[in-house]
Each structure stands twice: as C-alpha cells, then as structure tokens.
C-alpha cells in the first residue's frame, strides 16, 4: 500500500513567519513530488514539483526532498494571510497518479 | 499552459437518476486522464484511470458499473454516476497527464455533486 503521510495540523503561523510543512512516503520508486494548495471548495493548485535530492526555491517558496529518509518539506517564508489553505503533498512516477497525503492546514494570521 | 476544464461545476439531481461530468484538455492532448473524488475534510482519493481508447482501470472498492468512465478522444473524459445516491454527493475532480512519460498532472476545477 503506497502511503503519503502529513501532519493534519492546523498548523498557525503569524505574518511574516516562515511555515514549515512536512511529508514522508512509502514507496522508495517514487520519482516526482509535488506540493499543492487547495482552498476550501476549489480544486488542488500546483505550487511545487521536485525531482532530486535537495532544495528547489521559488519566490518565496523552498522545496526539500531527501530520498534516503523518504521525506519531502515545503518553506514558506513571509507568510502571509493569502498562504491560509490546505497543503497537499503528493507523489508519483511517470505516467502514473498521483497519491496525496491528506493534506496540512495552514492559518496565517494577520 | 495547460488548461483542464470540467463541466458542469455544480450538479444537484435527485436520487436514482444519473449525471454526466465532462473533462476536457484545452490545449494539450491527453492520453491518460484521472478521476479523483473528494468529501468534506478529506483528502483526494483516486478513483480511476482513464485511458483514451481503452477501458478504465477501476481502484480497489469503486463500483465500475456505478461510475461510468468513456476516454472516446484524446480531449475529452466523461464520468457518469448511474444511479445516484446521497452518499455519492461529492466533490469530483480530474487531471490530465502532460504526456505519456510526464510526471505533471493538470486539474479541472472540480464538480461538486449533490444528490438529493
């Protein structure tokens, strides 16, 4: 059974902080993986897709996957009131669907 | 980009009726389209794979003969909930993989069924 794992939370940030959001998989064959954020009622958004060891940065965004520990993270730094949604980790390989944790609900407050 | 639509975004029907829920790629072609459901506070769940020209690869413990699953053009999915049931009330989403050795998928933005 191939599994992704994440902190439910809520997991409650102020303004301006860095948030740190965690995930770990399962399946050693994994290949891509993927961070997305899903407001309340609308459909996933993809923020971030790693694909090797090590960090990925984007604006205000940082990816980190470690393979050995099976263990993806996203950092989000100068967090901001618009960032409050649910965080969906998820991973595949090519050609594949993808499996979703159940997701980290992050609260920004201003 | 890739675009993914859906139609219709929200869908109230009665019990024991059936609704179709169209998925398109706008402007890509997409071989093999997912099918994924989500309830309240959960997260999303895989429902089926769908490959243009062939059957549905159905997961463990979805009734294929309840949902219904037709990939009839590189473009366009349609999932079909027969027979539908309050406990089928749902958000329903697809995706569609960028090519046939992509990892990217593109999502619809969902359709959010409920029967009455």
């Known amino acids: 059974q191939k599994e992704v794992e994440q902190n439910s939370g809520p997991l409650s940030v102020p303004e301006g902080a860095i948030a740190s959001l965690n995930c770990t998989y399962s399946d050693r064959g994994s290949q891509s993986f993927f961070w997305y954020r899903q407001y309340s009622g609308k459909s996933p958004e993809l923020i971030m897709s790693?694909?090797?060891?090590g960090d990925k940065e984007d604006g205000r965004f940082t990816a980190q996957l470690n393979k050995a520990s099976q263990y993806v993270s996203l950092l989000i730094r100068d967090s901001q009131p618009s960032d409050s949604a649910t965080y969906l980790c998820?991973?595949?390989?090519?050609?594949?669907?993808?499996?979703f944790g159940k997701g980290t609900t992050l609260s920004v407050s201003s | 980009g890739a675009v993914v639509s859906q139609h219709p975004s929200r869908v109230i029907c009665k019990s024991g009726t059936s609704v179709k829920i169209e998925c398109r790629s706008l402007d890509f072609q997409a071989t093999t389209m997912f099918w994924y459901r989500q309830f309240p506070k959960q997260s999303l769940m895989l429902m089926a794979t769908?490959?243009?020209?062939?059957?549905?690869?159905?997961e463990q413990g979805v009734e294929k003969d309840k949902f219904l699953i037709n990939h009839a053009s590189l473009t366009l999915s349609t999932l079909t909930v027969t027979s539908a049931h309050p406990e089928d009330s749902s958000f329903y989403i697809c995706?569609?993989?960028?090519?046939?050795?992509?990892?990217?998928?593109?999502f619809g933005p969902g359709t959010r069924l409920t029967v009455t």
């Open positions: 995706s569609a993989l960028g090519g046939i050795f992509s990892y990217e998928q593109y």
């Open positions: 998820a991973v595949n390989q090519a050609g594949t669907a993808l499996i």
């Open positions: 769908s490959n243009e020209g062939s059957k549905a690869t159905y």
């Open positions: 790693i694909y090797s060891n």
